[in-house]
């Protein structure tokens, strides 16, 4: 059924510049096709995260995107075309690196309100996340956490202060090292 599928689109791809760039964008090679052209229509006709350039699942949501930096190597595209269900606001701004890995569920939240006038985001750091991360399934980023290059994050896990040891594995609610590899 895949190939037939395949046989019908890669025309229709192979003749619009607008979906063959979109494909290629989303690492398609390790992508399913159906959550590529349903990527497509969400994120390109519907304008769900419209103004983001590279694939975002359609149950995702990304605000503040031009805050973000973010390298756009095959595995960091990958995560954002193919996880679910992720939250990333950025009002505080986030820098992340290469090879970012997630699964799906994780939020990854810049700001919080401020107690004094709740309409407005309170100031503080921005989210640094290094090269060579993992966040497992339903990860909570909270606002200025920076993790270290290679740090693997426990599925499930909240984490409300910055590891700045390279190559930790991190788990729980609140977050606490749990070694170092």
């Known amino acids: 059924m895949r190939k037939q599928i395949k046989k019908i689109l890669l025309p229709i791809f ?4 607008v979906l063959m760039k979109f494909y290629e964008k989303s690492s398609f090679i390790r ?3 159906g959550i590529s052209i349903i990527n497509f229509i969400f994120q390109r006709i519907l304008r769900v995260n419209g103004d983001i350039p590279i694939p975002v699942n359609f149950t995702s949501r990304v605000v503040s995107f031009k805050n973000i930096s973010l390298h756009t190597d095959k595995s960091t595209k990958l995560s954002f075309a193919v996880s679910g269900g992720i939250y990333i606001q950025a009002v505080n701004g986030i820098k992340i690196g290469e090879n970012f890995l997630f699964a799906p569920g994780i939020k990854i939240i810049s700001s919080n309100h401020d107690f004094l006038s709740r309409g407005k985001s309170a100031e503080s750091k921005p989210i640094i996340i290094g090269s060579d991360v993992w966040l497992g399934a339903n990860v909570v980023i909270l606002p200025g956490v920076e993790l270290a290059d290679g740090a693997i994050v426990g599925a499930g896990s909240i984490v409300t202060k910055s590891f700045t040891q390279k ?3 991190i788990a729980g609610n609140p977050a606490k090292l749990i070694r170092v590899y």
């Open 167 to 169: 190559n930790s594995v």
């Open 14 to 17: 192979n003749k619009s510049t």
């Open 31 to 33: 992508t399913p096709l």
